[in-house]
C-alpha cells in the first residue's frame, strides 16, 4: 500500500462512508451517503482499491435476482489509514466551528467533522452536540 494517499474532498467523502456504519456498502450506498455522483464515486474505489486500501466483493440480491454488484469494505491496513486521514482533519476553529455551529457543513463535510471528532478530543470539546455520535 502506498505510503500517503493522494486525498480531496470526494476521496475523504467516501473514506467516510466507508468508516461508517454500513457494513459493506455498494457503490450507490455510498454515493448516497457522500451525495456525490455514482459516476465520481467508482472511479474512486476502484483506485483505492488498486492502492490496497479497499477490498470489494461480488454479489448478487437474492430478492431481485438482479446482476451483481459490488461490496466495499476498507482493508485491515486501509482502515487504519482512513482513521489516521480523518483524525489529520482538524477542524479550523474559525470558518468550520462557524459552519458547524450555523448548520452550513454538507452532509459529507458534517459526518466528516463527527468521524473526525471520534479520534480527536480537542474539536470535539469545541463542537457542541458531538458526543462520539457520528451524524
Not at 483505492?48 to 454479489?59: A, K, P, T
Amino acid at each position: 500500500m502506498g505510503e500517503r494517499l493522494r486525498t480531496n474532498g470526494a476521496t475523504l467523502d467516501v473514506l467516510g462512508a466507508l468508516l461508517g456504519p454500513e457494513d459493506k456498502p455498494d457503490a450507490s450506498q455510498i454515493a448516497k451517503a457522500t451525495g456525490r455522483p455514482a459516476s465520481s464515486v467508482l472511479p474512486i474505489l476502484a483506485r483505492l482499491e488498486r492502492d490496497g486500501w479497499v477490498i470489494s466483493e461480488s454479489y448478487v440480491d437474492p430478492k431481485t435476482q438482479g446482476r451483481g454488484q459490488r461490496r466495499y469494505r476498507l482493508s485491515p491496513d486501509g482502515m487504519a489509514k482512513a482513521r489516521s486521514i480523518v483524525a489529520e482533519e482538524h477542524l479550523v476553529p474559525g470558518q468550520s466551528l462557524a459552519a458547524w455551529v450555523d448548520g452550513e457543513l454538507s452532509p459529507a463535510a458534517r459526518r466528516r467533522a463527527s468521524l473526525h471528532t471520534l479520534d480527536c478530543d480537542a474539536c470535539r470539546s469545541m463542537l457542541p452536540g458531538t458526543s462520539g455520535n457520528v451524524v
